[in-house]
T-cell receptor, first 113, second 115 residues
Framework: GNSVTQMEGPVTLSEEAFLTINCTYTATGYPSLFWYVQYPGEGLQLLLKATKADDKGSNKGFEATYRKETTSFHLEKGSVQVSDSAVYFCALKRSGATNKLIFGTGTLLAVQP | GAGVSQSPSNKVTEKGKDVELRCDPISGHTALYWYRQSLGQGLEFLIYFQGNSAPDKSGLPSDRFSAERTGGSVSTLTIQRTQQEDSAVYLC?????????????FGSGTQLSVL
């Protein structure tokens, strides 16, 4: 079946540190891949997406590259800020399907000043 | 509306009671999704609406769960005879069209606690 696996948190970093949150997926066909973010007290919102192999999604200094050979979509940021503290969810959408998303379990990121 | 609105934001109920959770999507959004977020779990898909019809109900965990949507707008998720394992945050999302890879807009959720 289709599934998403992401690293367990919490991830605790100091401000300006480099961030990687790992995400791997299992899917048939050619899924689209997403990162959603949930800031404290807010609803989930789309952070970035990639719709085909080798695409790179980017937003707010975050990047993720769709790697079909390793079935991965790892989230990276070169220098995190306290305001990046949130829960990050990796998700996939099956090719040809509705916009129904299959989510990972989420990774809590805590950035300390 | 400005965003997806869910009510109530918190609901505490006793085991065996019925509850109704409401979702008011962004005006004009034809697609609506319900998800459940349990402690330590990811977001679990429950049901998808396109307009007033539900072509995908595959995530509803049991026949105690049902949902409807009227006027292509507001949706209600009903849980009958609640159990403690139903305790979770119930999230609603909407999107504007069937366009592929359309972004989902999420509400802040309803925190359901079954005692």
């Amino acid at each position: 079946g289709n599934s998403v696996t992401q690293m367990e948190g919490p991830v605790t970093l100091s401000e300006e540190a480099f961030l990687t949150i790992n995400c791997t997926y299992t899917a048939t066909g050619y899924p689209s891949l997403f990162w959603y973010v949930q800031y404290p007290g807010e609803g989930l919102q789309l952070l970035l997406k990639a719709t085909k192999a080798d695409d790179k999604g980017s937003n707010k200094g975050f990047e993720a590259t769709y790697r079909k050979e390793t079935t991965s979509f790892h989230l990276e940021k070169g220098s995190v800020q306290v305001s990046d503290s949130a829960v990050y969810f990796c998700a996939l959408k099956r090719s040809g399907a509705t916009n129904k998303l299959i989510f990972g379990t989420g990774t809590l990121l805590a950035v300390q000043p | 509306g400005a965003g997806v609105s869910q009510s109530p934001s918190n609901k505490v109920t006793e085991k065996g009671k019925d509850v109704e959770l409401r979702c008011d999507p962004i005006s004009g959004h034809t697609a609506l999704y319900w998800y459940r977020q349990s402690l330590g779990q990811g977001l679990e898909f429950l049901i998808y609406f396109q307009g007033n019809s539900a072509p995908d109900k595959s995530g509803l965990p049991s026949d105690r769960f049902s949902a409807e949507r009227t006027g292509g707008s507001v949706s209600t998720l009903t849980i009958q005879r609640t159990q403690q394992e139903d305790s979770a945050v119930y999230l609603c999302a909407s999107s504007s069209t069937r366009e592929i890879n359309e972004k989902l807009f999420f509400g802040s959720g309803t925190q359901l606690s079954v005692l």
